[in-house]
């Protein structure tokens, strides 16, 4: 079978799993680091930082860094520039769902940070990403997610709504139509992809070095559909959790803010990203099974968002 890059999925010649550029992009180094970690600790250790870390969710997270020599990554219970996420025991394969799914983000214009797959010893796939709230000497940004901001709490994460979060953004962020046009390009994503755990705590407010509060890069993107079928979103939009209508889209992109021509340029490009996706997922580290139920799934909801980039752009 021909060699993929572990980032971007693309043919591998010679040895190694990542294009020189790729394993720049994410460790920093054309060289990769012997990654010092077994899945067999990964969960105990992950046990271990529940109430340490910020970082939360269904998956085990685990902080970890590199050493000072940049030659290995290891756990990193304090400063770590990096959130590794193992195979989980209950639900197959996260890690492989969650790297296509922001491959895909990419080409649909979303803003995420460098992330990749890393081989553990045991040879099973964790999913790696480059933490964005930490500047390159360890400082932490402010980071406030779409629950604190709509002041609530993070058991009410599922309760909010997509106007909800336009009305975060229009009322925190420092540029809100540049906010609420990342806003519906991320929420619009989330449908096509069948994610239904893009709840409140999983958009967040990130204050730059420039003291400017922008809408963060794109994290815990999954197809939720893989793993619990026929998922619904987490935040309706206009009342909506599955199948949400052209005009329902359109309605939405007015809430947040945003011009016809914008809207359809957002939309028009999600629909563009659907034949460069299916050759990422057909590329990916998924089961067969699941390769196939994505593309299905991505192929059928493009459709709707083509005919909303439509319907807009004729008035």
């Known amino acids: 079978m021909t060699a993929r890059c572990l980032v971007c999925l693309a043919e591998v010649r010679g040895e190694g799993d990542y294009h020189p550029r790729c394993a720049?992009?994410?460790?920093?180094?054309?060289?990769?680091?012997?990654?010092?970690?077994?899945?067999?600790?990964?969960?105990?250790?992950?046990?271990?930082?529940?109430?340490?870390?910020?970082?939360?969710?269904?998956?085990?997270?685990?902080?970890?860094?590199?050493?000072?020599?940049?030659?290995?990554?290891?756990?990193?219970?304090?400063?770590?520039?990096?959130?590794?996420?193992?195979?989980?025991?209950?639900?197959?394969s996260l890690p492989e769902n969650e790297h296509v799914t922001m491959r895909l983000a990419e080409v649909a214009g979303l803003a995420v940070p460098p992330s990749g797959l890393v081989k553990l010893h045991d040879g099973s796939l964790a999913y790696l990403t480059r933490r964005f709230d930490r500047t390159a000497?360890?400082?932490?940004?402010?980071q406030e997610d779409f629950c604190q901001l709509g002041e609530l709490a993070p058991k009410q994460k599922y309760e909010g709504s997509a106007e909800l979060c336009a009305r975060v953004v229009r009322r925190h962020a420092s540029e809100p139509l540049?906010?609420?046009?990342?806003?519906?390009?991320?929420?619009?994503?989330?449908?096509?992809?069948?994610?239904?755990d893009m709840h409140l705590k999983n958009l967040s407010l990130l204050r730059g070095a420039d003291g400017l509060h922008r809408l963060s890069p794109a994290y815990?993107?999954?197809?939720?559909?893989?793993?619990?079928?026929?998922?619904?979103?987490?935040?309706?939009?206009?009342?909506?959790?599955?199948?949400?209508?052209?005009?329902?889209?359109?309605?939405?992109?007015?809430?947040?803010?945003?011009?016809?021509?914008?809207?359809?340029?957002?939309?028009?490009?999600?629909?563009?990203?659907?034949?460069?996706?299916?050759?990422?997922?057909?590329?990916?580290?998924?089961?067969?099974?699941?390769?196939?139920?994505?593309?299905?799934?991505?192929?059928?909801?493009?459709?709707?968002?083509?005919?909303?980039?439509?319907?807009v752009s004729e008035g």
């Open 24 to 92: 720049k992009a994410l460790f920093g180094s054309t060289r990769v680091p012997t990654i010092d970690l077994e899945l067999s600790r990964l969960h105990t250790v992950a046990q271990a930082m529940v109430g340490h870390t910020s970082l939360s969710g269904i998956q085990r997270k685990v902080s970890v860094g590199l050493t000072a020599d940049r030659a290995t990554l290891r756990v990193a219970m304090e400063k770590g520039h990096f959130i590794l996420k193992p195979q989980a025991q209950v639900f197959p």
């Open 220 to 311: 815990d993107l999954l197809c939720t559909d893989l793993v619990v079928e026929d998922d619904q979103l987490a935040l309706p939009v206009g009342g909506n959790r599955r199948a949400v209508t052209p005009r329902q889209w359109i309605a939405f992109a007015s809430y947040c803010g945003l011009t016809p021509r914008a809207t359809a340029r957002v939309l028009g490009q999600v629909h563009a990203a659907l034949t460069p996706s299916l050759g990422l997922v057909a590329r990916c580290f998924l089961p067969e099974e699941m390769k196939v139920r994505y593309a299905r799934l991505l192929e059928v909801r493009a459709r709707t968002v083509g005919v909303a980039a439509r319907k």
């Open 137 to 142: 000497e360890g400082k932490k940004l402010l």
């Open 178 to 196: 540049v906010a609420a046009l990342a806003l519906f390009r991320q929420v619009v994503f989330a449908w096509w992809t069948g994610n239904g």
